[in-house]
């Protein structure tokens, strides 16, 4: 289940089963979204971007969803497997400026 | 391709004490951050810098200075160390003006000042 605290938002979910994180972004003028992975005791990855004219992007067992009207952004991970446990962030940006606003992500842990 | 190098992985700073966390990249990107990374939450920019000889504030600059004298390397400069300064601190790069504004993350230098 997912769990919101002090500490990052969680989700555990067991390999195999379809992960879905989510993500709430502040600007209405962000036009350019990006899903990055952290591993532990590493610098983040890119792992999927989306631009505000479109609502879904896929890639490799992966897919990015756009909710405009919401602010609302999702990444689903088809077929989760240990490796995918890591802490998810989302990152806005506008005005075509690619500097980056970080969400505060959330920690997905996979069981075998 | 080493891609984004920062130096030193872990320091241990006293209250007061200055020091200089170095980042090299060699992908010729012109786009250069700094972010803080504090336990539990997202990464704050603290300087951003468009190309040699520019850079600007981001987020939480203070306490901070950076310049970037060459593409390659752009240090950043902690002068009077504080506990808040307690953190993981990423070096980034872009390549602005590519159809994509994915940064490629150094490893993350672990600075504590006690």
């Known amino acids: 289940g997912e769990s919101v605290g002090l500490h990052l938002p969680t989700l555990s979910v067991q390999e195999g089963d379809n992960s879905i994180i989510n993500c709430a972004y502040s600007?209405?003028?962000?036009?350019?979204f990006i899903w990055y992975k952290q591993e532990s005791g590493k610098g983040p990855q890119f792992i999927i971007d989306?631009?505000?004219?479109?609502d879904k992007r896929q890639g490799q067992r992966v897919t990015v969803l756009l909710n405009k009207t919401v602010k609302h952004l999702s990444l689903q991970i088809a077929a989760t497997q240990p490796g995918d446990s890591a802490v998810y962030f989302c990152?806005?940006?506008?005005?075509?400026?690619?500097?980056?606003?970080f969400g505060r992500g959330t920690s997905l842990i996979v069981h075998p | 391709n080493a891609g984004v190098t920062q130096t030193p992985k872990f320091r241990i700073l006293k209250i007061g004490q200055s020091m200089t966390l170095q980042c090299t990249q060699d992908?010729?990107?012109?786009?250069m951050y700094w972010y803080r990374q504090d336990p539990g939450m997202g990464l704050k920019l603290i300087y951003y810098?468009?190309?040699?000889?520019?850079?600007d504030k981001g987020e939480v600059p203070n306490g901070y200075n950076v310049s970037r004298s060459t593409t390659e390397d752009f240090p950043l400069r902690l002068e009077l160390a504080a506990p808040s300064q307690t953190s993981v601190y990423f070096c980034?790069?872009?390549?602005?003006?590519?159809?994509?504004?994915?940064?490629?993350f150094g490893e993350g230098s672990r600075l504590t000042v006690l």
């Open positions: 980034a790069s872009s390549r602005q003006g590519a159809n994509t504004g994915e940064l490629f």
């Open positions: 600007n209405s003028a962000s036009d350019y």
């Open positions: 989306i631009r505000s004219n479109m």
């Open positions: 990152a806005e940006t506008f005005g075509g400026s690619y500097i980056p606003t």
């Open positions: 992908m010729n990107h012109n786009y």
């Open positions: 810098s468009v190309g040699a000889g520019i850079t």
